[in-house]
């Protein structure tokens, strides 16, 4: 598939943006921008721009969805119909509603939700650009939002993909990258406990690429991680500023 | 056996804090004899204690807490309340009205209506009930003048200070009476509005820089200046 396209990695093994196969995109990260939210975050990967704004605990409507022994974690992930080239129409999609599942059932580990039953947290992702990996920085923002709402979490999440173009192994990968390359692995790691709650595969690796694509993205995690606990800090540390 | 930080260091969650024999306080939690911290604080050591003080976090009901409230609804024999909490509060007629209460005969809406605010104390809480409160007791009751100011709930030892140290010294700077609500609320009442604008200036500086030392002396310097420019506002309407 990819011969008929140009080149994903030219001669000197640089990818399309410049950057080398085991290379992050920028990443700049926000806490605390919504001040209606209990806790927001916003993150810039690459030409990725995800708002994330959380709501609760909080009293659960419609009531009868409230469970007696936890939590209920609500999530919406969803495009704006200005977030891609074509536009894209405001209703969920069904890629969307699948993408909301998959963000919260790797975000509920990292939360204690039996501290509050009968409550609910309502999580709302918006993707204002999108430029491939949006699930991973959605969970890396949306981790963050959650931390910024006060709410008490085991970890913070931190999420990466890895993938496969032009039969190289290769961290984070960008728009085309993921829709000519030949495989896509996004992985969600709480790196403290050295736990991953996202493992997926798109395409067709080997058992050895597979496990090379898995090290790699973890390690991106981490790299995330660092600037996760960086942004977080920022918010307080900044005041400190202002006064001296 | 170790400790990962010092104290009162900044830590996000996930962040080890110790290692060993520890005890897991506030916002921490033990997994394999390792402490992490669970919230955005500041650590704190305290003999075989770990804790986190949260810089933000949600108000959840206490047995014996006073809180401040809002009336969102007016039932038959009750009231729910919002307490800035995960849960609503009920209050129930029969601890607001002393003489027996017939639901035909009194109207409740007469006595509190939706949107009024009441300070009342908490008098049941458990994980399957929402807590209940009572106004009884002195000073409790419908709030009828003053202004409210909302903080966040982990900094109301912060604006108390040390053995009340800090809200009677802006008590007695602003000259305005203080009403701390356990779930984030403050009542604010003074002589002038001026008076009441002064202690919310107080009480936001509280919470915006609760987590950096020498607070009390650079709230009661932040006063006496804000305490200057009013009156030099008032110096200058005079002329003009």
Redesign the interface.
Same mark, same amino acid.
């Given at each position: 598939m990819s011969q008929k396209h140009e080149k994903l990695i030219d001669k000197k093994g640089l990818r399309l943006d410049g950057r080398k196969p085991e290379e992050l995109r920028s990443v700049q990260i926000e806490v605390g921008i919504l001040p209606n939210a209990d806790g927001s975050a916003y993150i810039q990967q690459g030409k990725n721009k995800i708002l994330a704004g959380v709501y609760g605990p909080r009293e659960l409507h419609p009531k009868h969805l409230a469970l007696p022994d936890r939590t209920v974690l609500r999530c919406r992930y969803h495009m704006a119909p200005f977030s891609v080239q074509e536009r894209k129409s405001p209703a969920p999609s069904r890629r969307e509603i699948e993408l909301s599942k998959v963000i919260r059932e790797s975000l509920e580990p990292s939360i204690f939700l039996e501290y509050y039953p009968r409550t609910g947290i309502d999580l709302f992702i918006e993707v204002l650009q999108a430029d491939g990996g949006t699930r991973c920085a959605s969970i890396t923002a949306a981790s963050l939002a959650l931390a910024d709402a006060g709410i008490p979490m085991q970890d913070l999440v931190a999420a990466c993909a890895a993938g496969k173009i032009d039969d190289i192994v290769v961290l984070d990968l960008m728009d085309t990258e993921d829709k000519i390359g030949s495989a896509d692995v996004p992985v969600a790691l709480m790196p403290n406990l050295n736990a991953i709650t996202l493992l997926q595969m798109d395409g067709i690796l080997t058992f050895e690429e597979f496990e090379k694509a898995v090290n790699l993205a973890l390690e991106g995690c981490r790299k995330i991680h660092a600037m996760q606990k960086e942004a977080l800090k920022t918010k307080y540390v900044n005041v400190k500023e202002v006064e001296e | 056996m170790s400790t990962f930080f010092e104290k009162r260091q900044?830590v /996000? =969650?996930?962040?080890?804090l110790a290692e060993g024999t520890y005890v897991a306080g506030e @916002?921490t939690?033990k997994?394999d004899d390792k402490i992490?911290a669970?919230?955005?604080g500041l650590v704190e050591y305290k003999d075989k204690m770990v804790n986190v003080v !949260?810089?933000? !976090?949600?108000y959840?009901p206490k047995l014996g807490d006073t809180v401040i409230g809002v009336i969102v609804e007016v039932g038959f024999n009750g009231w729910t309340v919002d307490i800035h909490s =995960?849960?609503?509060a009920v209050l129930r007629a029969s601890e607001v009205l002393s003489r027996p209460f017939r639901p035909q005969e009194n109207d409740l809406s007469k006595v509190l209506n939706a949107g009024d605010l009441v300070i009342a104390k908490i008098i049941a809480y458990d994980?399957?009930h929402d807590p209940r409160l009572t106004v009884g007791e002195p000073g409790l009751g419908k709030i009828t003048r003053g202004q409210i100011v909302k903080i /966040?709930p /982990?900094k109301i030892p912060r604006v108390i200070g040390r053995n009340g140290s800090m809200v009677s010294m802006i008590k007695q700077e602003t000259g305005s009476h203080i009403i701390l609500g356990q779930n984030g609320l403050v009542l604010i009442t003074g002589k002038t509005l001026e008076n009441e604008q002064l202690a919310i200036m107080a009480i936001q500086k509280i919470e @915006?820089?609760s987590?950096?030392s020498g607070l009390t002396d650079?709230i009661a310097q932040a006063i006496k200046k804000e305490k200057a420019k009013q009156k030099e506002e008032v110096k200058n309407e005079s002329k003009t």
């Open positions: - | 900044l /996000t =969650p996930g962040d080890m @916002n939690y997994k992490y669970s919230r955005l !949260a810089l933000k !976090a949600f959840i =995960p849960y609503l994980r399957s /966040t /982990t @915006n820089e987590h950096i650079r």
